[in-house]
């Protein structure tokens, strides 16, 4: 739980903030062993506004990226891990998640903790258990501002890309909006309006305007019943896909059935696996426990449950590299098996997973782009097809009535 207090430091400058602590009386001793002679201590109060303070945060991937390199930095030029994190808690103390985050960080770090200790008995912000694990083991082995800055680089890598995906799609998407709001208007209240002009003409329709008559009807009688089932559709699926495990499965395993986006899918998980594990691997961690660790990272479950398998058969001594072409869930690309076999036999295995991140990433890169660039012309094609089938469709029975 955390404690709010206000004092003056061993400098006797007035302090204001939180600590974590079990009990008071815990917390009472943290103070003092900080040399902080509080004036007033006690525990936050809950209450209902503040609900979600009491949860552990999760920080965003840009966020996160910048905190690690700028303690890899502070770390790299010499200054104490417990000094770091001080200065990252005063450059921080207007932002109350990560100022609350970084005492209780220097908290434990004060008690004899170690950085892994700290990050994992923290309970204001949730960070990933590949985070964590590689914070653990590059501390055993004195490489914690290296691992930090790699771990910087691919967290900002992943934001880039999310972001990147983002902002590419919202035109297109915008234009699907306003294309479907648009056809929807013109069925809904534009037809209508039209087809009363239809029924004074004794004359057969053409199909056409027959099938563009019955959707105006449909729509203009439904319309609230349509906009519910697409909105009931959209927070069903979002649900499903957050919730129900077999139906996630369900939908990556069909999504990799799909021409081109199959590819695209593959190769980004593979490059996120291959960047991690060979992260992992330079800091020491076990292979087992790297795979372990990278695979639960991937966001399609088909490839996760691959890698995860895997991992537990490498237990046995079996190759990486015979376990994922001999996997019956899904055939991996064979030339990600066959550089890891060579990494496997040359024991430069972390080496070539860097190397095929790298070009995972430039391929997968270019596809996306290749598919963002192709998806604005598509519904704008989208677009003109579906209005001006309509609106040939309302015109041919006025022009049959002007040339009889």
Same mark, same amino acid.
């Given at each position: ?14 302090v ?14 943290k ?34 990226a910048?905190? $690690?390199?700028?303690?890899? =930095?502070? +770390?790299?030029?010499?200054? %104490?891990l417990?000094? /770091?994190?001080? @200065? ?7 932002d109350?998640?990560l ?39 590059s ?5 914690l ?24 799609l919202?035109?297109?998407l ?12 013109m ?13 004074q003409i ?5 199909t $056409?305007?027959?099938?563009? =008559?019955? +959707?105006?009807?449909?729509? %203009?009688n439904?319309? /609230?019943?349509? @906009? ?22 369900a ?9 081109f ?11 996120r696996?291959?960047?991690?594990n ?8 076990p292979?087992?426990?790297?795979i ?12 996760k ?13 079996k ?22 076999a ?8 972390s ?27 598509i ?5 003109g097809?579906?209005?001006g ?16």
């Amino acid at each position: 739980m955390l404690f709010k207090y206000q004092g003056f430091d061993s400098n006797g400058v007035k302090v204001k903030s939180k600590i974590e602590a079990t009990t008071l009386h815990e917390a009472k001793a943290k103070l003092k062993a900080k040399s902080i002679l509080y004036t007033s201590l006690e525990e936050e109060n809950f209450n209902f506004s503040k609900f979600s303070l009491k949860r552990k945060k999760t920080l965003n991937l840009s966020a996160l990226a910048i905190l $690690s390199r700028d303690l890899s =930095i502070y +770390l790299d030029s010499g200054i %104490s891990l417990i000094s /770091a994190v001080e @200065l990252l808690k005063q450059r921080y103390k207007n932002d109350k998640t990560l100022s609350a985050f970084f005492e209780s960080i220097s908290t434990y770090l004060d008690e004899g903790k170690t950085f892994y200790v700290a990050l994992d008995s923290q309970n204001v912000v949730n960070l990933p258990e590949f985070y964590k694990q590689s914070i653990k083991i590059s501390e055993n082995g004195g490489l914690l501002e290296s691992v930090l800055l790699e771990l910087s680089i691919f967290l900002k890598e992943q934001d880039r890309v999310r972001k990147q995906a983002g902002s590419a799609l919202a035109y297109p998407l915008f234009i699907l909006f306003i294309s479907l709001f648009m056809v929807g208007f013109m069925l809904s209240f534009i037809v209508p309006k039209i087809t009363d002009i239809f029924t004074q003409i004794d004359q057969e329709l053409p199909t $056409s305007t027959q099938i563009v =008559i019955s +959707l105006g009807d449909f729509f %203009s009688n439904n319309y /609230a019943y349509v @906009l519910a089932g697409i909105f009931g559709f959209i927070f069903s699926f979002i649900f499903l896909m957050k919730k129900s495990k077999k139906f996630k499965y369900a939908f990556d395993k069909f999504v990799l059935k799909l021409p081109f986006f199959s590819t695209m899918i593959e190769q980004a998980e593979l490059s996120r696996f291959s960047y991690m594990n060979s992260i992992l691997i330079k800091s020491g961690v076990p292979i087992v426990q790297a795979i372990n660790l990278s695979a639960n990272i991937l966001k399609n479950e088909v490839i996760k449950r691959v890698f995860v398998e895997a991992s537990n058969s490498v237990v046995e001594g079996k190759k990486l590299s015979v376990l994922l072409a001999n996997n019956k869930i899904y055939k991996i690309d064979e030339s990600f098996i066959h550089s890891i076999a060579i990494g496997e036999d040359t024991s430069k295995l972390s080496e070539i997973l860097n190397n095929l991140a790298s070009l995972y990433n430039e391929s997968n890169k270019d596809k996306t782009d290749i598919f963002l660039s192709l998806l604005e012309p598509i519904f704008m094609l989208f677009v003109g097809v579906t209005i001006g089938f309509i609106v040939i469709s309302m015109l041919l029975p006025i022009f049959s009535m002007n040339l009889g």
